[in-house]
């Protein structure tokens, strides 16, 4: 499976779209944290770890998300965010 890396917030001579974009990356934190999560990580991530865990809600979530924005959940994972940062790593193996 092919990494992907999480976009970056800043656009090159939009200051708007890099404002929105930063606010956008709050709220959905501050979602995270509402929901139970932890406070530096995404909504998008968290759902992802929970992908890779097999949790049924999160494999639906992530289809719904993957068909608006393709590889969605897999370029939103934070592996050094969360409760127990790794825990849902997947083998060294399957990281062709």
Known sequence: MKEFET???YVPRKPI????RRLFVALDQL????FGGDEDETISSRIAKDHRRGRKFACVLCRILDWIDPHHCEKALERDEGKRPGQYDRPRSDWS
């Not at 779209?17 to 929105?20: E, M, S, V």
């Not at 979602?31 to 509402?34: A, D, E, Q, R």
């Open 17 to 20: 779209l890099t404002y929105f």
């Open 31 to 34: 979602l995270n944290v509402i």
């Open 7 to 9: 976009p970056q917030t």
